[in-house]
């Protein structure tokens, strides 16, 4: 069996499940949503609205306010010096 590792430049989302041994959809049927739609949070495609940030701060046991600003972060250091992506 192949151990999964999330790469340096891997979302909170993707690391937290990574780090706890999770596939997506081990994670989607968890918070109840398609794994792809999972996979498109961990990859900053949709955004975390307030009932996402929600299931996915209660099932990794952060606050919504921790798990946001996490993001946050993220999405900004992936921001290069003109703003894009």
């Given at each position: 069996?192949?151990?999964?590792?999330?790469?340096?430049?891997?979302s909170?989302?993707?690391?937290?499940?990574?780090?706890?041994?999770?596939?997506?959809?081990?994670?989607?049927?968890?918070?109840?949503?398609?794994?792809?739609?999972?996979?498109?949070?961990?990859?900053?495609?949709?955004?975390l609205?307030?009932?996402?940030?929600?299931?996915?701060?209660?099932?990794?046991?952060?606050?919504?306010?921790?798990?946001?600003?996490?993001?946050?972060?993220?999405?900004?250091?992936?921001?290069g010096?003109?703003?894009?992506a």
């Amino acid at each position: 069996m192949s151990r999964l590792v999330a790469g340096p430049d891997a979302s909170p989302l993707r690391a937290w499940r990574v780090g706890r041994g999770l596939r997506v959809t081990d994670v989607a049927r968890a918070v109840r949503m398609l794994p792809q739609f999972v996979s498109r949070l961990e990859r900053g495609c949709d955004p975390l609205n307030a009932p996402r940030l929600a299931r996915m701060a209660a099932f990794y046991g952060v606050r919504p306010e921790v798990l946001a600003q996490a993001m946050a972060a993220w999405h900004a250091g992936r921001a290069g010096p003109e703003g894009g992506a």
